[in-house]
């Protein structure tokens, strides 16, 4: 099967959704189009959503249902993408101003980044808006931890705010441009530095080191993470998306070849998780047990 090249032009944004599932594909927001791009494990590439009110798509989540959202940038709006492709506005608010993060707590609230305002807008699943938190103007992109602590890169600085709200600014400081954020299961953060080309590792402790520079990695703007230990990242010059695995070897998983900017991407699984898996195996005994005391009732 011939495979089709992606224009990855100016990757900005990587959301890993599932991250306990094996097979995953890539969904590309073309930042100057209207178009949400598939990237399948063989490489393929189909156009998965366009149009109905998407506007220089910017930035991607994925709920636990497999629903796809998309932060429009420059307007007030977040679309929502089906499995199936169908676009809707899921919600428009003067509280949203320029979103560029994305990321969706254990309650299935979504919290933006709004990079025009400085706030953190918080949505809950039925539509309701509201600021959660204000971090001040260039606030980039978004991660949570496994505790439910929120984190935000704000050029510089990478800021920490509780589930209550309290923000702690500088929490993670020094760095000359970080953007892109990610955790990976294990608890430790990786974040992408601009300037340097580097992505730079936070363990739980706080130990700080360079994980990956150079080879495929120049001007890294975005990155995700999946369930095996690799990373996804949106290089901003050289319009190409690499691949780091868990031990810091770099290779180019997607490079350019037709129109637009690819601003953000998220990492979709393809196979079921453990739990799904273990929510099979309930369901299957629970039919057992039931056929059993109906034979006995019968006998």
């Not at 299935?108 to 706030?119: E, M, Q």
């Not at 209550?164 to 993670?172: A, D, I, P, Q």
């Not at 031990?247 to 699984?269: D, E, F, H, M, R």
């Given at each position: 099967m011939k495979k089709t090249k992606l224009n990855i032009l100016f990757p900005l944004g990587l959301i890993c959704a599932s991250v306990n599932a094996k097979a995953a594909d890539l969904y590309v927001a073309e930042y100057g189009t209207q178009n949400i791009d598939k990237v399948e494990q063989n490489g393929n590439v189909s156009i998965f959503a366009t149009g109905g009110g998407l506007s220089n798509p910017f930035e991607l989540a994925f709920d636990a249902s497999g629903n796809l959202?998309?932060?429009?940038?420059?307007?007030?709006?977040?679309?929502?993408?089906?499995?199936?492709?169908?676009?809707?506005?899921?919600?428009?608010?003067?509280?949203?101003?320029?979103?560029?993060?994305?990321?969706?707590?254990?309650?299935?609230?979504?919290?933006?980044?709004?990079?025009?305002?400085?706030y953190i807008a918080k949505v809950t699943p039925s539509g309701t808006v509201s600021n959660f938190a204000y971090i001040g103007g260039g606030i980039s992109k978004l991660a949570f931890d496994a505790s439910g602590n929120l984190f935000a890169s704000t050029g510089s600085n990478i800021a920490k705010i509780t589930p209550s709200g309290l923000v702690t600014n500088n929490y993670y400081s020094g760095f000359s441009s970080v953007v892109g954020l990610t955790f990976d299961t294990a608890g430790n953060l990786y974040a992408t530095d601009y300037s340097p080309s580097t992505i730079t590792k936070i363990t739980p402790s706080g130990t700080r080191t360079t994980f990956a520079s150079g080879g495929a990695i120049s001007g890294p703007?975005?990155?995700?993470?999946?369930?095996?230990?690799?990373?996804?990242?949106?290089?901003?010059?050289?319009?190409?998306?690499?691949?780091?695995?868990?031990?810091?070897?770099?290779?180019?998983?997607?490079?350019?070849?037709?129109?637009?900017?690819?601003?953000?991407?998220?990492?979709?699984?393809?196979?079921?998780?453990?739990?799904?898996?273990?929510?099979?195996?309930?369901?299957?005994?629970?039919?057992?047990?039931?056929?059993?005391?109906?034979?006995?009732?019968?006998?």
């Amino acid at each position: 099967m011939k495979k089709t090249k992606l224009n990855i032009l100016f990757p900005l944004g990587l959301i890993c959704a599932s991250v306990n599932a094996k097979a995953a594909d890539l969904y590309v927001a073309e930042y100057g189009t209207q178009n949400i791009d598939k990237v399948e494990q063989n490489g393929n590439v189909s156009i998965f959503a366009t149009g109905g009110g998407l506007s220089n798509p910017f930035e991607l989540a994925f709920d636990a249902s497999g629903n796809l959202f998309v932060a429009n940038a420059n307007t007030g709006r977040i679309s929502k993408v089906t499995p199936d492709g169908k676009v809707t506005t899921f919600v428009s608010s003067s509280l949203i101003d320029n979103p560029n993060g994305l990321a969706f707590d254990t309650s299935g609230n979504l919290f933006i980044a709004n990079n025009s305002n400085g706030y953190i807008a918080k949505v809950t699943p039925s539509g309701t808006v509201s600021n959660f938190a204000y971090i001040g103007g260039g606030i980039s992109k978004l991660a949570f931890d496994a505790s439910g602590n929120l984190f935000a890169s704000t050029g510089s600085n990478i800021a920490k705010i509780t589930p209550s709200g309290l923000v702690t600014n500088n929490y993670y400081s020094g760095f000359s441009s970080v953007v892109g954020l990610t955790f990976d299961t294990a608890g430790n953060l990786y974040a992408t530095d601009y300037s340097p080309s580097t992505i730079t590792k936070i363990t739980p402790s706080g130990t700080r080191t360079t994980f990956a520079s150079g080879g495929a990695i120049s001007g890294p703007y975005t990155i995700a993470s999946d369930s095996s230990g690799n990373l996804y990242v949106g290089n901003f010059p050289s319009h190409t998306i690499a691949k780091v695995t868990s031990n810091g070897s770099t290779s180019t998983y997607a490079s350019p070849a037709t129109s637009g900017w690819a601003i953000g991407i998220a990492v979709k699984n393809t196979v079921p998780e453990p739990s799904t898996y273990g929510l099979i195996g309930l369901a299957a005994l629970g039919l057992a047990f039931a056929a059993r005391r109906r034979k006995l009732k019968t006998a």
